[in-house]
Nanobody, 123 residues
Framework: QVQLVESGGGLVQAGGSLRLSCVAS????????MGWFRQAPGKERGFVAA????????YYADSVKGRFTISRDDAKNTVYLQMNSLKPEDTAVYSC????????????????WGQGTQVTVSA
């Protein structure tokens, strides 16, 4: 049974930082892409960042380039999202996802999802 468990969300002031973690279990993810998506109230789920588990290719949404960094720890089967210079518009539920289809920036490309963690950025 595949499980993705996120943690690290919380309340932070604008300009602050948070690091989200996603622990993956239940299968090997060597050929998978691991992605972070976010969904704000009343908005569609949107792509944030993704990393290819084996090759290490990395992708970012334009809105987070230069502020967010995705990384992975193979030994811990964990993917991280370091978020710096946070803005109020970054407020959302952030979810980790795993997929093998290679459709990087669409939720349709991911088969497994975590439950999400709330990130709130105050002005």
């Amino acid at each position: 049974q595949v499980q993705l468990v996120e943690s690290g969300g919380g309340l932070v002031q604008a300009g602050g930082s948070l690091r989200l973690s996603c622990v993956a279990s239940g299968r090997t993810f060597g050929s998978y892409y691991m992605g972070w998506f976010r969904q704000a109230p009343g908005k569609e789920r949107g792509f944030v960042a993704a990393i290819e588990w084996s090759g290490g290719n990395i992708y970012y949404a334009d809105s987070v380039k230069g502020r967010f960094t995705i990384s992975r720890d193979d030994a811990k089967n964990t993917v991280y999202l370091q978020m710096n210079s946070l803005k109020p518009e970054d407020t959302a539920v952030y979810s980790c996802a795993a997929g093998y289809k290679g459709i990087i920036s669409s939720p349709w490309g991911y088969e497994y999802w975590g439950q999400g963690t709330q990130v709130t950025v105050s002005a």
